[in-house]
């Protein structure tokens, strides 16, 4: 027995430390590294311990203090009356004993209570005296706060006057600071651009840019404020007796009061209103972690008073958490229709924004990095709303020397072809486009629309059973298809069948532009295929061109170009395009071939002179350049063409001269774009 108490006392040793770390990283840094539902369920622990062992009870344990101690670098600021938390309720049943005792406590059967969201962000008192903003602070300690007047001063909605002739002489005003969604997902982009460190939440950001010693960081920051209660009012009638009141009076001063405020009466009531914002909590513009609860006759509340660390007359009812924190157990890689690789986290089973989640989505292969995640770590995962949870860090403290790192793999895991992620791209693909199991409806339903092989009635629905019948694996298979297999399984009207089939054989007359396109390359659309059509003008010259020639083509960069070139180096697309032409498949080709680009600029020199309609000379210049050419100031018999634009100086004159060939900007777009002139096909593409 005496061992056991002793091992208890450890425990919540321990607890107490863990918290203080804990409050220390989120009051103090601003930067918490666990997710507020495993903080809270920490001091749970704790407070439970402390219930049940009232005589290890220690005064100084974080469930008896509110936030944390001021930043000696802030003026100190002792507020009048304290700031307080409050108590949380996470279930129905809280909520029902909180109205239990408080009929009980005042003696009377229905409670008006004043129903308001609770907002996640930082609690502020501003000071009017004779209706001037004098004074604004941080909750600190509920005791003492840190002076944040110049911080508070950048934030629009609050007044620095109060807008009224006959001011109270003293107005303490009590609200929340937020930053908005919005605000603070633009926040974390431009820290990310800047290679700062993201904040882990709006809260967090909120009170990150609020505690700042320089108030221009401040007021560069777009923060809110909501006003929601008074803290002292002196001086003047006071001109309300319910919480509720007291609102109105705030925005009738014109403070930023919220309008899903309301007053209601009875448990019943205060559920509906949680389920209700607990609804239309993803459509709000701000983060709410939960509503409250207040009774609303200020009287009663005064009458209930206070315990250590909170007020009796209210309680904050906790949504759902968002975020919690559990083992990564595995990552696998999944492959989309479009045959994207995304890598999905294993989970051990936690509960989290209402459901059970285990697998969550990690998104890419540099989120991963960014987030330094490992197989074996502990993770925070997120599910808000009806986003597909996610897992958005680790918690570094508890790394177990066995994590692995996670990479790419270089093959696809569904078919083995090549997966290759394109430069300037964060998804890396499968480049089995036209074999690729899991790939199989999106390129089959892609060969088969309009714009491409323009196979009518071939829906997706049709598609849909067909692949999953195994019937039709690739788009070749479609050539094979007879009546009796199509009306039996679609359970078709011989009609249709018969028409489907039609459309299938009339398909196979059609042109290397559309056939291009219905390859379903990526970055390959039908202006592009256009382009390669027109370019190689056969479609054995285009399978076998390299990157290189590729990006010969005009409109065609790098990333594009290598595209391409995967897709045609898949030895299982190949085999797909040989089996389409020896089902009939045809199209006219051409012996014709463009000539490269570089051909028509390669060693040539040029020379601008006068301002071009649209392209800057610099875009000249180097667009020039880039395919090989000279750009020179003089021009001599040597010069092989002069650009010449609006007001040219005396080269043109000397260009007249020398009869050098003169290109408008029209002219030279079309040498630098390659369609100057055809030429009979050489060898050398190919
Ligand atoms: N993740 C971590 O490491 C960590 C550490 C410490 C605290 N926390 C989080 O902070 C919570 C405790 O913080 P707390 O003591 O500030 O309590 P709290 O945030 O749960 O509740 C009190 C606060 O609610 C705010 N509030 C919002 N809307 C309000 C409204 N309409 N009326 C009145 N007040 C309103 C006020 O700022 C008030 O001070 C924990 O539950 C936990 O979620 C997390
Ligand atoms: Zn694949």
Redesign the pocket.
Known sequence: MEESIETIRQQMQSLRETIEN??Y???VLDA?????????RL?RELQQLEQRYPELMSPDSPTQR??AAPLKEFRSVVHRTP????N?AFEDKEVEAFDRRIREELKIDDVDYAV????????VGLTYENGLLVRGAT?GDGYTGEDITANLRTIKSIPLRLPVQFPPALLEVRG?VLILKADFERLNLEQQKKGEKLFANSRNAAAGSLRQLDSSITARRRLTFFA??LGVHEGGTIPYKRHSEELAYLASLHFPVVCEYKVVSGVAALLAYYRQMAASRDRLPYDV?GV?Y?VDDLTQQKQLGFVS?APRF?I?H?FPAQEAVTDLLDIEVQVGRTGALTPVARLAPVFVGGVTVTNATLHNEDEIKRKQIRIGDKVIVRRAGDVIPEVVGIVPEQRSSHAKPFSMPDLCPVCGARAVRLPGETVTRCTGGLFCPAQRKQAILHFASRRAMDIEGLGEKLVEQLVDQSIVRTPADLYKLGLAALASLARMAEKSANNVLQAIEKSKNTTLARFIYALGIRHVGESTAKTLAQYFGQLDRLMVADAGQLQQVPDIGPVVALSIADFFAESHNREVIEQLRSCGVTWSESNEMAVPRSHLIQGKTFVLTGTLPNMARDEAKDRIERLGGKVTSSVSSKTDYVVVGTDPGSKYDKAVQLAVPLLDEAGLIELLEGRAEKCESKDDVG
Do not use: C, T
């Open positions: 804990h409050n990283r989120y009051y918490p590294i666990i997710p507020d539902a495993e903080y809270d001091f509110v936030g700031m307080l938390s409050l949380n308001e969201p609770k907002f996640d962000g930082l609690a909750r929340e929601y209660g972690d409250v207040k660390r209210a904050a906790k």
